[in-house]
């Protein structure tokens, strides 16, 4: 109301300045007055509706996660039973019929990740993890996209597992998939998924390895997904629940993973106080506070980390002279 008697002033006082007879001015004045608060009002009322939409549908993703999660939290000890279980979940929610319509394909597209699950053999050693990372593509996606036809884009193009790890692949496709030498800001606009099976990488980098130190890596003075080599002092080393082996330099972490063990066998692991020179490829953790190795009381790992910056994985590890 007040936005139309406004309206209506400021054509009440443009008609009497261009006449001294003024009705068939006030009256058209008055009919556009209104057809421009009609029209306000519809607008109003559809970008309210587009928000309650978009609202429905975060709330939507943000309980499938919950319910892939509950399977995650339910201690599913293969690939096999993680991919029963999440299609169950899946099912479940299709037949309750509480899911937005519009995420129907996003359902197909999850039902048709956990079916693939037992496929994966890269995947065998760390199932638990894979879960977490598809969960938090949805929560991402949920939290980040502002508007619907972002939503369901990011949805599309974030919802994949491939057959392989990165750098088993043709390069071409390789590179699509998991680009290197990028800033924090795209890498972060991969999604979760890509974002974690990148730490997996069984392959060097091409470019080789820049010859840096842990401090420059945490300021941020590098890209993501390059090689880089340091030397320093090997502190709090350790295996993880998730069989990644890890150790800190400085304020930086650094993780050797369990397939890249596998593949080199012999690469040494360094013990607490021991000098090494390691290279490996510049990770920016963005799962950190949901990770197994998460620990409040860490001053690298824990809540007051300095840094997300992390090497990982880990490709060579040297054990210096004191």
Known sequence: MALLLAILAARL????????SPDAHLKEAEVEARLEVQEYDRNRKAGVRRRQELERL??????????????????????????EGCLNRLRGLRRDGNIDPK????????????????????????????????????????????DEQELLLWLSQRLSLPDQLPGEEDAFSDLALFPQDISEAKFRKLGAIRIFLVKHRISRPKKGYVKTDWRRIVR?????????????????????????????????HIELTPEWRLLHPNLPFPREGQRVR?????????????ELEYDPAD????????????????????????
């Open 103 to 146: 995420l129907d394909g996003t359902l197909s597209r999850l039902e048709a990740m956990c079916s693939e699950l037992p496929h994966k053999q890269w995947a065998e050693s760390y199932p638990h993890s894979l879960i977490k990372a598809i969960t938090t593509a949805l929560r991402e996606v949920a939290d980040e996209a502002t």
């Open 278 to 290: 390691v290279r490996g490829w510049t990770y920016v953790d963005v799962f950190h506070r949901s």
């Open 220 to 252: 941020g003075k590098h890209n993501v997904q390059i090689g880089v080599e340091i030397e320093g002092i090997a502190r709090r080393p350790r295996t993880q629940l998730d069989l990644d082996s890890t150790f800190d330099i400085g304020d930086l």
């Open 58 to 83: 975060r709330k939507d993703l943000r309980y499938i996660a919950e319910e892939l999660d509950r399977e995650r939290f339910g201690a599913a000890p293969n690939l096999k039973d993680y991919s």
């Open 13 to 20: 006082s443009a008609a009497l300045s261009l006449d001294p």
């Open 299 to 322: 001053p690298v790992m824990g809540i007051n980390r300095k840094t997300l910056w992390e090497i990982h994985p880990v490709q060579d590890i040297e054990i210096l002279p004191s």
